[in-house]
T-cell receptor
Framework: DVKVTQSSRYLVKRTGEKVFLECVQDMDHENMFWYRQDPGLGLRLIYF???????EKGDIPEGYSVSREKKERFSLILESASTNQTSMYLC????????????FGSGTRLTVV | AQKITQTQPGMFVQEKEAVTLDCTYD???????LFWYKQPSSGEMIFLIYQGSYDQQNATEGRYSLNFQKARKSANLVISASQLGDSAMYFC??????????FGDGTTLTVKP
């Protein structure tokens, strides 16, 4: 069964900490995406990657960075966590092209205290 | 630029009845894909159904069908014989020939027993 795995389901971090959210896919997908989801705001794209070592800013990249050193792994980094980054984070992957949907991970619910 | 509009923030349906979730889109690309995803309260986004812009017939997947009206730029999701487990948030999305998908704001469906 094809999968996108996010390293943590729930995470609690302190303000100012550097936080790593890991996402691994086993489908040889070129594209990977990080979204955050907040009530009433829908899905907002943080960063995406079309291929290894490639990255592009999404709609809300401020306060985040990403790393894609291997095709299967796309990491989201919160350089200095703040309380307004408390959110649900969703990772997704896909093949390139209009007829390919996304496969999502189960999400990481991050709380910054 | 692509845009997806889901005008129904919330919908109610009686168990065993059919329900239609609305989705309209805007794009200047001649080729694109349309998708519906389900997000239960657990948080994971699940792919439901896909429709290609050149497909002549409406897509169906079990109890899900996509009512594709290209001239009206609509891609409504029809769920037949609703079940309690269908209670979730539903997202419509569109993917262009190259690049990332655009998601709607979602519709929360509640199935009443």
């Amino acid at each position: 069964d094809v999968k996108v795995t996010q390293s943590s389901r729930y995470l609690v971090k302190r303000t100012g900490e550097k936080v790593f959210l890991e996402c691994v896919q086993d489908m040889d997908h070129e594209n990977m995406f990080w979204y955050r989801q907040d009530p009433g705001l829908g899905l907002r794209l943080i960063y995406f990657s079309y291929d290894v070592k490639m990255k592009e800013k999404g709609d809300i990249p401020e306060g985040y960075s990403v790393s894609r050193e291997k095709k299967e792994r796309f990491s989201l980094i919160l350089e200095s966590a703040s309380t307004n980054q408390t959110s649900m984070y969703l990772c997704a992957s896909s093949l390139e092209g209009p007829n390919y949907g996304y496969t999502f991970g189960s999400g990481t619910r991050l709380t910054v205290v | 630029a692509q845009k997806i509009t889901q005008t129904q923030p919330g919908m109610f349906v009686q168990e065993k009845e059919a329900v239609t979730l609305d989705c309209t889109y805007d794009t200047s690309d001649p080729s694109y894909g349309l998708f519906w995803y389900k997000q239960p309260s657990s948080g994971e986004m699940i792919f439901l159904i896909y429709q290609g812009s050149y497909d002549q017939q409406n897509a169906t997947e079990g109890r899900y069908s996509l009512n594709f009206q290209k001239a009206r730029k609509s891609a409504n999701l029809v769920i037949s014989a609703s079940q309690l487990g269908d209670s979730a948030m539903y997202f419509c999305a569109m993917r262009p020939p190259q690049g990332k998908s655009t998601f709607g704001d979602g519709t929360t469906l509640t199935v009443k027993p």
